[in-house]
Each structure stands twice: as structure tokens, then as C-alpha cells.
């Protein structure tokens, strides 16, 4: 792995890859729902049958519906959003309650459970 190693106030250490000034600068995504580390392209989670970038939680939830996924109500868990194909499936979908935190790792967590239907893209294609 080669960069930059970051130690944060607390401690946390981040590796930042092909480093600029802005992104030892820059703390948050440029763009809610785009999964950046700083200095990294912005990422978007693409809807393939419509070609159409999902943009907030109401555009996937109404997406995953149509794929037989449903919204799993689970009251000790508040901070996430959930779905899943069935009662008996072992499928699960979890995903942060503000879309502004939604990342990378949310956006592949539904690419590999729906491989024909949702693709990761670069922000800027």
C-alpha cells in the first residue's frame, strides 16, 4: 500500500493514496451519497435497467422494492436502514440511516447481492 498515513485528533489513522493538499484538507464527501476517500474519485451507485444515478434513500428503496427486496423494521438497531429478500433469506442489506454517510462499501454491499441490477461508477462518467 503505498501513501500517506494520517493520524487524526483521536488518534485513528488513514491512508490517503496519490495525496493533493486538498485531500489532507478535506474531512467529508464532496457530494452526499458518493463514496470518496479524500483525494479519491467520488463514486455513485448506478440503476443499470434505467441508467439512472440513485441520488437518496426514497430512489433505492423504491429500486430494491422492485427487486423483491422489502424494508426490515429492527428496533435495536435505529441507526441503520435494512432490507432483505424474505423472512427465511439470508440476505441483509444494511445501511446508514443518513444518506450523506452512505459509502463505498454500502454501495458494493448492493452490487454483489444484485449483480444484473445496480453497478459502481466514477462520479464524473
Given at each position: ?102 459509502k463505498i462499501r454500502h454501495m458494493y454491499d448492493i452490487v454483489v447481492k444484485n449483480r444484473s441490477f445496480f453497478e459502481v461508477r466514477d462520479?464524473?462518467?
Amino acid at each position: 500500500m503505498s501513501g500517506v498515513w494520517i493520524f487524526d485528533n483521536n488518534g485513528v489513522a488513514r491512508l490517503i493514496t496519490n495525496p493533493t493538499r486538498e485531500s489532507f484538507e478535506q474531512k467529508e464527501p464532496p457530494y452526499p451519497g458518493t463514496a470518496t476517500a479524500p483525494g479519491a474519485r467520488p463514486r455513485v451507485l448506478v440503476y443499470l435497467p434505467a441508467n439512472h444515478v440513485i441520488r437518496s434513500y426514497s430512489e433505492l428503496e423504491h429500486r430494491l422494492n422492485e427487486l423483491g427486496w422489502s424494508r426490515y423494521h429492527n428496533p435495536t438497531s435505529p441507526d441503520f436502514l435494512q432490507f432483505h429478500r424474505s423472512e427465511h433469506s439470508p440476505h441483509l442489506i444494511s445501511l446508514p440511516k443518513n444518506f450523506a454517510n452512505f459509502k463505498i462499501r454500502h454501495m458494493y454491499d448492493i452490487v454483489v447481492k444484485n449483480r444484473s441490477f445496480f453497478e459502481v461508477r466514477d462520479a464524473t462518467a
